[in-house]
């Protein structure tokens, strides 16, 4: 399989002014900030998963490290 954000768990795929647009919050470590990674920029990051239990694995991680260590 060609990995890319078009097939990975974490890609959010919605339709604006008639096109389709690709984003992730979990880019190659994300900060919960959405990036837009469709075509050409679809390239398969460190996060990229196609087991739907990794859905915003990276994402939780980062909420978790906040929501216990950070205060």
Do not use: I, Q
């Not at 469709?38 to 996060?47: R, V």
């Not at 998963?49 to 994402?59: E, F, G, H, I, T």
């Amino acid at each position: 399989m060609n990995k890319s954000c078009g097939n990975c768990v974490n890609c959010d795929k919605t339709t604006f002014e008639g096109k389709e647009k690709w984003y992730c919050e979990n880019w190659d470590r994300g900060v919960g900030m959405p990036f837009g990674v469709e075509p050409p920029h679809d390239e398969a990051c460190s996060n990229w998963s196609d087991d739907p239990k990794d859905r915003d694995k990276a994402l939780n991680e980062m909420h978790e490290f906040t929501d216990n260590f950070w205060f």
